[in-house]
């Protein structure tokens, strides 16, 4: 057999299902807990503690689910689900999940990204992402940042397939607007 | 803006941002509960449907009331002289009983 760091995400999984082995899920979780938790802490808005809480539940809930995988779709895209199921029922729990609200009521502008160093431009990214509705944020980050197609985001969010689209369109009209260079 | 590719450009970019492991992985294998019914165990819950599937038929065979008809409509199916009802209806429950265990052996949820 390969050895872990050398295997397939569904070698690594047949590994953990048949060995019970928790080293080859580790490696699974080390390869992805990088854009996992990057697309949580776009979700939360920023709240660094909260999306590190929500991709352990991610990944624990993983562990416990993963004879269910089905090896048809990519895990990444399947943990990505999980990630999005686990953010709304925090939101859910918080009260604070209101996908279907706008808020066109963007803050003030800020400096153009193009010429800025790549850490300036994530910041502002980062900042025009939070100005977002809920559900625009979602689906930007489920198409953009976990890799979906709008059929699986429609799916991991539980959005009809012509709001995802709308969300998508309107959230990138937003972010460019938010991002465009201030002009006198 | 004036290149929409930008946009996705730098949402691409963001996407792909190395975030250090920081004792994260360490982390969520510290939290991993114990799995129940783990495959190495995977053995278990098809013997034990079998066995007692096995050893319900040979009890309901050695204890039945009507064993003794039961053993000679078998014994008469056995050796094609007559398929008496008694034979009959042993044969069909035996087979109900035997599909059961099967099905619930294979049953992996």
Known sequence: ?184 | MTDPDKLERLLRRDARSDLADDGFTARVIAALPAREGAVHHAWLKPALVLGSAALGSALAFALAPAGVDVAQGFLALATSRALTPAALGGLVLSGALVVCAIVLALDTE
């Open chain 1, 1 to 184: 057999m390969a050895p872990i760091a050398a295997s397939t995400d569904a070698e690594l999984i047949v590994r953990t299902l048949e060995r019970d082995d928790r080293r080859a899920f580790a490696e699974l979780v080390s390869r992805h807990q990088s854009r996992v938790r990057t697309v949580l802490r776009r979700l939360t808005r920023g709240d660094l503690a909260l999306a590190d809480d929500l991709a352990q539940e991610t990944f624990v809930l993983a562990w416990r689910n993963l004879r269910h995988f089905r090896f048809e779709a990519r895990f990444s895209t399947w943990i990505y689900r999980i990630a999005f199921n686990a953010w709304q029922s925090e939101a859910r729990k918080k009260r604070e999940v209101l996908l279907e609200i706008d808020d066109d009521a963007l803050p003030a502008g800020s400096q153009a990204y193009d010429e800025l160093p790549d850490i300036a431009s994530r910041i502002d990214l980062e900042r025009a992402m939070s100005t977002l509705s809920d559900g625009e944020r979602a689906a930007i980050i489920a198409c953009y940042y976990a890799d979906l197609s709008h059929e699986e985001a429609s799916a991991a969010l539980g959005m009809p397939l012509g709001t995802v689209k709308t969300h998508v369109l309107r959230a990138k009209a937003k972010l460019k607007a938010r991002l465009a260079p201030k002009e006198k």
